[in-house]
């Protein structure tokens, strides 16, 4: 299991991105936000999707879900 985080702040292309702790790329406290314990990406990016219009996996640490 792993803990993911969700950018709260959208890029340029509208996309929230979903991070694995430790990822490179993690946004700073102040813009993420914690979505929980999952065995993979998928369901990440479902919880994230709950709350953001547009969700994608990050290339680096989530390249399963990255579209």
Request: charge should be positive; proline fraction near 7%.
């Amino acid at each position: 299991m792993a803990s993911y985080y969700v950018h709260t702040k959208p890029a340029a292309d509208g996309d929230h991105e979903v991070h694995v702790s430790g990822c490179a790329l993690l946004p700073d406290l102040a813009n993420r936000k914690y979505l929980g314990e999952f065995s993979s990406c998928q369901p990440a990016v479902a919880e994230a999707r709950k709350q953001f219009p547009k969700v994608n996996g990050c290339r680096s640490c989530c390249p399963d879900c990255h579209r």
